[in-house]
């Protein structure tokens, strides 16, 4: 008869209301300083998310008409 294997399940004590509230408030500022660390990236891309739509919708639209205008004649 082979033995049986046997685990050791680590159980966690209850946590309080206090204990709970600092472990909340430390999970929420380090994801608030993640998001945080974010932004500045976020509005660059934005950034260069309209400088390049300013400069190729103008360009499309007089292709465009270009392209109309020679279809016209």
Do not use: D, Y
Request: aromatic content about 8%.
């Amino acid at each position: 008869m082979k033995p049986s294997k046997q685990r050791v399940v680590i159980t966690p004590e209850p946590m309080n209301t206090a204990a709970f509230a600092q472990h909340a408030r430390s999970v929420v500022a380090l994801h608030g300083e993640r998001i945080l660390a974010e932004i500045p990236r976020t509005l660059r891309r934005v950034g260069l998310f309209f400088l390049v739509l300013s400069i190729t919708i103008p360009a499309f639209c007089v292709a465009f008409l270009v392209v109309l205008w020679h279809l016209g004649h």
